[in-house]
C-alpha cells in the first residue's frame, strides 16, 4: 500500500481522458480564491480571534498569513505541475502513495466540509442581526444556534439547531450543482459585494481608532495562561488560519482552468496578497474603534463559561465585540452608524454563500478525484448528463455540510476545519521536497522560491499551529483518521484502480483493457 504510487504522467493521462470543462481563466480563477479567502475569518473570526488574544489577533493575521503564504508558494509548485483536480490528494498519491493519500483526502474533508459548515453559521449570525435591526424579529433561542459542545457533554441552554444555516447550506448545494461556470459567474458578483463592504467598513471605522483600546496588547500573552490550550496570540493564529484556507481551493479548479500551468500560481498568490491586506486593515479598525478584549482571562470563546459571561454582560446592556455574531456590523453600530452597519450585514449576508460555494466546490472535487480512482465507489464521479458537474458526491457533500452547520457553533467548526488543512498543507511541503529529489528534471512551470527554506518553514509552521489549537480540535484528527483507514481498508484498499494495474480511465470505453502499471524506480 506504500508502494501504490501513481505516477505524475498516468494522473495527467487520466485527467485528459476523464476530464471536466476547461472553462475557467485568471481573472476567474482569483476571483475565485478571493471569494473563498474573504468571508467568515474576518466577517465573524474576528471576535473569536478578540477573545483568544485581544488586540493581539493583528501578529494573529500575520503569523497565519506568513504560514498560509509559504505553503501556498509550495501548492503553486505542485499544482502549476499537475493541473487537475484533487489539490494535495492528488499531490500525494503520486510522491508518497496510496495510504498517505488517501489520509491527506480524509483529513480534506475537515478542511473543506466541515469549513463550509463554519461558513454557514457565520452567515446565520449576520442574518439574523439584519433581521433584528430592521424588522425587530429574532428567531426563538432554541432554533437560531446549535448546541454547545465540550468533553464534558452537551450544553442545551444556548439553542438545539441552527436553521438558518441549513437553508443556506442547501441552497448552494443546490446552485453548485448547476455547474461550475455558472457558479463562478454568481461568485464574481458577491466578490465584489464583499470587497466594497470590507472597503466601507475600513474607511468608517479607521478614523475613529482610539489608542488605549490597544491596550493591554496581549491579555492572554503569546500562549495563553498556563494549563490552557489555543488560546493567546498562538493560538488565535491557528484558530483564523481558517480565514486564509481558501487559495487551497483554487488549486482543486485545476483540471477546469485553462493555461492551468500560468493561470493556477497566478490564482493561488494573487488571491492570498488581497485579502491579507484588507484583513489587516479591517482588524485594526475593529480594535481601535471599539476595543477588543475578551471577557475574562483563560476563557475559550465557544464555551459554556463564555456563554454564560455574554448572556451576563447582555442583562447589563453590554455586548463587547468578542461577544457579537455580526462583529463587523456590531462595529458600525456601535460608533453610531447604524445603516452602514446595516449595509454591512446585507453584504455579508449575499456574500458569504460564495464562501460556502467555494469550500463545497472543493470538497465536492476532491471526492470526485477519489472516486475516480476507485477509492470510492465510482458512483459518485457520475457527471451529470446536462449539467456537467459531478451532481451526486455535491448533493451528498451538501448534506453533510447542513447537519453539521445545524448542530455546531462557528467557533469549533472553524479550530476542527483547521486540524485537517494543517495535516494537508504539511504533506504538500513534504511531497514538493521529495519530488525535487526524485524527479529534480521534470518540467516545473512555477518553481518555489528557495526550497529547501520555504518547505521547511512551512512543515514547523504547521505544526506549531496545530498544536496551539485547542484540545478538543487536536483530538479530532487522530479520531478522524481512524475513521478513514476503517474505510480504506473496508473499500478502497481492494477497489483501487492502481491495485488493479489500472492507471488511466477512459469514460467513454469501459470495457477496454487496463492499462499496465509503469514500474516503480
Known amino acids: 500500500m506504500f508502494g501504490r504510487v501513481k505516477p505524475l504522467d498516468a494522473i495527467l493521462a487520466t485527467a485528459e481522458k476523464k476530464s471536466l470543462h476547461r472553462s475557467l481563466g485568471p481573472v476567474q480563477l482569483t476571483l475565485l480564491g478571493v471569494g473563498a479567502i474573504i468571508g467568515t475569518g474576518i466577517f465573524v473570526l474576528t471576535a473569536a480571534a478578540a477573545q483568544k488574544a485581544g488586540p493581539g489577533m493583528m501578529w494573529s493575521f500575520v503569523i497565519a498569513g506568513c504560514v498560509c503564504a509559504v505553503a501556498a508558494l509550495c501548492y503553486s509548485e505542485l499544482a502549476s505541475m499537475v493541473p487537475v483536480s484533487g489539490s494535495a490528494y492528488t499531490y500525494s498519491y503520486a510522491v508518497v502513495g496510496e495510504l498517505l493519500a488517501w489520509m491527506v483526502g480524509w483529513a480534506l474533508i475537515l478542511e473543506y466540509a466541515v469549513a463550509a459548515s463554519a461558513v454557514s453559521v457565520g452567515w446565520s449570525g449576520y442574518f439574523m442581526g439584519l433581521l433584528k435591526s430592521l424588522t425587530g424579529f429574532e428567531l426563538p433561542p432554541a432554533l437560531a444556534a446549535g448546541p454547545t459542545w465540550s468533553l464534558g457533554g452537551v450544553d442545551f441552554s444556548s439553542g438545539i439547531i441552527n436553521v438558518p444555516a441549513v437553508v443556506v447550506a442547501l441552497a448552494v448545494t443546490l446552485l453548485l450543482m448547476r455547474g461550475t461556470k455558472e457558479s463562478a459567474t454568481f461568485n464574481a458578483v458577491l466578490v465584489a459585494i464583499k470587497v466594497a463592504a470590507l472597503a466601507m467598513f475600513v474607511i468608517l471605522a479607521l478614523p475613529v481608532m482610539e489608542g488605549e483600546h490597544f491596550a493591554p496588547f496581549a491579555p492572554n500573552g503569546w500562549f495563553g495562561p498556563e494549563g490552557t490550550s489555543g488560546l493567546g496570540i498562538v493560538g488565535a493564529a491557528s484558530s483564523i488560519f481558517f480565514a486564509y484556507v481558501g487559495f487551497d481551493a483554487v488549486s482543486t479548479a485545476a483540471e477546469e482552468t485553462k493555461n492551468p500551468q500560468r493561470n493556477v500560481p497566478i490564482g493561488l498568490l494573487g488571491s492570498l496578497a488581497l ?164 524527479d529534480p528534471h521534470r518540467h516545473r512551470p512555477f518553481r518555489t522560491p528557495l526550497v529547501w527554506v520555504v518547505a521547511p518553514i512551512a512543515i514547523i509552521g504547521c505544526v506549531m499551529l496545530f498544536f496551539n489549537l485547542p484540545i478538543e480540535a487536536m483530538l479530532v484528527l487522530p479520531v478522524w483518521g481512524a475513521i478513514g483507514l476503517a474505510f480504506y481498508f473496508a473499500y478502497g484498499f481492494r477497489k483501487s484502480h492502481v491495485a488493479h494495474g489500472v492507471v488511466e480511465v477512459h469514460e467513454d470505453d469501459s470495457d477496454a483493457p487496463p492499462q499496465p502499471v509503469p514500474p516503480i524506480s
Open 275 to 438: 485579502c491579507t491586506v484588507f484583513y489587516l486593515l479591517v482588524a485594526a479598525g475593529a480594535i481601535g474603534a471599539i476595543g477588543a478584549q475578551p471577557t475574562a482571562l483563560g476563557v475559550q470563546p465557544g464555551s459554556a463559561e463564555f456563554a454564560a459571561q455574554c448572556s451576563a454582560l447582555a442583562r447589563q446592556g453590554q455586548e463587547p465585540l468578542v461577544c457579537s455574531q455580526e462583529a463587523l456590523a456590531h462595529v458600525l453600530r456601535a460608533i453610531n452608524y447604524t445603516r452602514a452597519g446595516d449595509l454591512i450585514g446585507l453584504a455579508a449576508n449575499l456574500a458569504l454563500p460564495s464562501v460556502i460555494l467555494m469550500m463545497l466546490y472543493g470538497q465536492t472535487r476532491i471526492f470526485f478525484v477519489m472516486a475516480r480512482d476507485g477509492l470510492l465507489p465510482e458512483k459518485l464521479a457520475s457527471i451529470h448528463p446536462k449539467w456537467k458537474t459531478p451532481h451526486v458526491v455535491t448533493l451528498i457533500t451538501g448534506l453533510f455540510v447542513a447537519i453539521a452547520a445545524a448542530l455546531l457553533p462557528v467557533g469549533q467548526l472553524a479550530d476542527i476545519s483547521n486540524s485537517g488543512t494543517l495535516f494537508a498543507f504539511l504533506m504538500v511541503s513534504v511531497a514538493v521536497l521529495i519530488l525535487r529529489v526524485r
